[in-house]
């Protein structure tokens, strides 16, 4: 397993952008699939956007695309989320999670194994 540190979560007005960052460390850890979940309160966690080892895969869920882009610095062990064009509806806690790069993409939450422990991101309106 890996062991996930998420970052630059913050308060932004809508219409604003924050970047989040996922610092994986561990044996391997460029070898997992990397993917970004969020949950607002009430709500179940969700999936926001994958990327594949070589970062020339990636997926995003309808309501993100394109404002929202996933990037990763193997060399850094780091994955991003760069979000844009904020939404009040994109208040959540966002998680990074990992899973071993199996050949596809995948959406829900059990099928990653390794997670951090969550970033907050508020949009006020």
């Known amino acids: 397993q890996v062991q996930l540190v998420e970052s630059g979560g913050g308060l932004v007005q809508a219409g604003g952008s924050l970047r989040l960052s996922c610092a994986a460390s561990g044996r391997a850890a460029s070898h997992y699939a990397m993917g970004w979940f969020r949950q607002a309160p009430g709500r179940e966690r969700e999936f926001v956007a994958g990327i594949r080892t070589n970062g020339g895969s990636t997926y995003y869920t309808d309501s993100v695309k394109g404002r929202f882009t996933i990037s990763r610095d193997n060399a850094e062990n780091t994955v991003y989320l760069q979000m844009n064009s904020l939404k009040p509806e994109d208040t959540a806690v966002y998680y990074c999670?990992?899973?071993?790069?199996?050949?596809?993409?995948?959406?829900?939450?059990?099928?990653?194994?390794?997670w951090g422990q969550g970033t907050r991101v508020t949009v006020s309106s």
């Open positions: 999670a990992a899973k071993l790069d199996v050949g596809i993409l995948t959406t829900t939450p059990i099928t990653y194994n390794s």
